[in-house]
């Protein structure tokens, strides 16, 4: 599938490379909402944002928490939006996660509001039950410390087996010995 | 409560001026309605809760199972938010968006941060909308239109420098900062100080004029590039192709790319370096470069104008 950002990055492309490191791009592209608007986005190809793994997607919103701090400074802007479109039906135009650093200005037109709705109290309640049950079956994913756990225990698994492919060697070579009349 | 009268409210006045920011936050934080939520002064209804942040429902939600996302320290715009707390935040919006996908069977999430009223934030604590997509539900209707590419060269220039002290990009002010040290005029210039570089290897006992085809023998992870001095200075002697008694076969020159590695040199640091060719490819690589820098000169114009 083509894909307009992974084309920047191939030099096939109009938009303006601001930055870019191992993990994250920022450019000024030519479709935007409104003038000064910036992108960023991860230099590995991901569709949406439950496929970019953890450190790029944390690397991918500090920038862009810089990139809007710097478009306050320049653009003298009164506030910024910073939005992530995922998926087709939230208007995702290319396939590529992107957030989108919109600066904004009084009166400035640009409709990122929505109507808020009036929801009864049942019906929140169905679905913070449906949520927070879903939420629990994904378990905890965000301590580090557990992470690091499983890691270590990795790398335990992975010496031992090291140290048995050694021995397993050793062995090879001991009986090879024994064969030698 | 009663209406405060002009004096009282002036006294009041009065003490936040003299407020140091500590004390300013610490107000803004009695003022909070979401700080008062997250301590349970007022009801909500929670999804999610961590250490760092909160998850709840809102209610007034653009769609069904709009969630906000929550730092509990309270902080009014991102850009008083820690990294970490962001970090912290995007994974923990990541997992909810995927649950509300499921949960809903959306066509899609939005993720949304409003800073600052004009961006549409409503309550004085920082906080991420994240809701599902339905196709063809009208929220966020705003549509991208087409700019013309001045435009991004324009937002380019004024931002370039202010993004990447922020990022930190040692690597691409390396790369910029000559960019932006050379004056229009100075492209005609360089051209000229070309010829005065020569190509040697770190064994050789001549140097060489670049287009020289002895130059073009020495391979290319072996060549080095120095001025006549530099040279003179460590022993070399130059090719009959520098003193011009004798024109060896001329090949045609080779990569067009060598001579634009070498006025990056020059301007970068006005003394040649003896620069090994598996670098240069990497200064030159944006052969696109050339014609930015042409237009660099001018760019700061433009951005004085779009200030």
Not at chain 1, 153 to 168: F, L, P, T
Not at chain 2, 293 to 303: H, T, V, Y
Request: aromatic letters at 4%; a positive charge.
């Amino acid at each position: 599938m083509e894909c307009e950002y992974c084309d920047i990055l191939a030099g096939k492309s109009k938009a303006q490379l601001l930055y870019e490191d191992e993990k994250v791009i920022v450019v000024v592209k030519d479709m935007v909402f409104t003038p000064g608007q910036i992108t960023v986005f991860p230099r590995q190809h991901f569709t949406i944002m439950e496929q970019v793994p953890d450190e790029i997607l944390t690397k991918c919103i500090i920038a862009a928490d810089k990139t809007s701090r710097a478009v306050f400074e320049v653009f003298q802007s009164e506030g910024t939006n910073i939005l992530i479109r995922n998926g087709l039906g939230a208007g995702q135009k290319v396939p590529h996660f992107a957030i989108e650093i919109i600066p904004r200005r009084e009166g400035d037109g640009l409709n990122l509001q929505w109507q808020p709705k009036e929801m009864n109290q049942d019906d929140l309640d169905i679905t913070a039950h449906q949520l927070t049950e879903e939420i629990a079956k994904l378990g905890d994913f965000i301590s580090p410390k557990k992470r690091e756990e499983s890691k270590e225990k990795e790398k335990k698994d992975g010496k031992e087996v090291k140290i048995e492919a050694k021995e397993e060697k050793e062995n090879y070579l001991v009986k090879s010995l024994r064969k030698i009349p | 409560m009663p209406e405060p009268t002009e004096e009282q409210r002036k006294q009041w006045e009065e003490k936040i001026k003299n407020m140091s920011p500590e004390e300013l936050q610490e107000l803004q934080r009695q003022q909070c309605i979401f700080c008062q939520i997250i301590s349970g002064k007022i009801p909500s209804k929670k999804v999610y809760e961590d250490s760092v942040c909160w998850a709840i429902l809102d209610i007034n939600p653009a769609a069904k199972g709009h969630v906000l996302l929550l730092p509990k320290e309270h902080y009014a715009i991102m850009p008083q938010v820690p990294e970490k707390v962001l970090g912290h935040l995007s994974i923990v919006a990541k997992n909810l968006s995927q649950v509300l996908l499921k949960v809903l069977r959306g066509d899609g999430t939005t993720v949304f941060v409003a800073n600052g009223a004009a961006a549409g934030q409503r309550a004085q604590h920082f906080m991420v909308h994240l809701f599902p997509r339905k196709n063809g539900d009208g929220l966020l209707s705003a549509e991208e239109r087409l700019v013309g590419a001045d435009m991004a060269l324009k937002v380019k220039a004024a931002i370039e420098k202010k993004l990447l002290t922020l990022l930190g990009g040692k690597k691409e002010i390396q790369k910029q900062l000559p960019r932006e040290e050379i004056p229009s005029g100075a492209e005609k210039k360089v051209l000229a100080v070309e010829s005065e570089f020569f190509i040697t290897s770190p064994s050789a006992k001549r140097y060489h004029k670049e287009k020289c085809a002895f130059a073009q023998n020495i391979p290319e992870e072996n060549k080095v590039v120095l001025s006549r001095e530099e040279a003179e200075k460590t022993g070399r002697k130059p090719c009959t192709c520098v003193s011009g008694k004798k024109i060896p076969l001329v090949k045609p020159p080779k990569l067009p790319k060598v001579s634009k590695a070498k006025p990056e040199t020059t301007a970068a640091t006005a003394r040649p370096i003896a620069t090994k060719p598996k670098d240069r490819p990497k200064d030159k690589q944006p052969t696109p470069t050339k014609t930015k820098r042409g237009e660099g000169a001018s760019l700061d114009d433009i951005a004085k104008l779009f200030k």
